[in-house]
């Protein structure tokens, strides 16, 4: 069983920044894949970003490319999600996840392992 806590979320106007984490414990966290998702009031729970195990690979979806930025420091078990140039429609509830998965990362079902979630709220 691999725990997930994220952090991080709050108001923040339209341009400004927020970095989300995501604190793993549990089984050994190299062994795992991370995956940012997010959910807004009435859709779908859609991909953000992913990064694989060891931090050489990074996805990102491209409304999200040039803005948000995944990272993950193995000996702090933690994977972060660095958000600039925030829009209104980033609204939503973020969550983490991890899977020992190597393809299809930006697949929600592709994952093991969620956290509960942190509110992201733009305001215009």
């Known amino acids: 069983q691999v725990q997930l806590v994220e952090s991080g979320g709050g108001l923040v106007q339209a341009g400004g920044s927020l970095r989300l984490s995501c604190s793993a414990s549990g089984r050994t966290f190299t062994r795992y894949a991370m995956g940012w998702f997010r959910q807004a009031p009435g859709k779908e729970r859609e991909f953000v970003a992913a990064?694989?195990?060891?931090?050489?690979?990074?996805y990102y979806d491209d409304s999200v490319k040039g803005r948000f930025t995944i990272s993950r420091d193995n000996a702090k078990n933690t994977a972060y999600l660095q958000m600039n140039s925030l829009k209104p429609e980033d609204t939503a509830v973020y969550y983490c996840?991890?899977?020992?998965?190597?393809?299809?990362?930006?697949?929600?079902?592709?994952?093991?392992?969620w956290g509960q979630g942190t509110q992201v709220t733009v305001s215009s």
């Open positions: 990064i694989s195990w060891s931090g050489g690979s990074t």
């Open positions: 996840a991890a899977t020992q998965r190597i393809w299809l990362l930006a697949n929600r079902a592709s994952y093991d392992y």
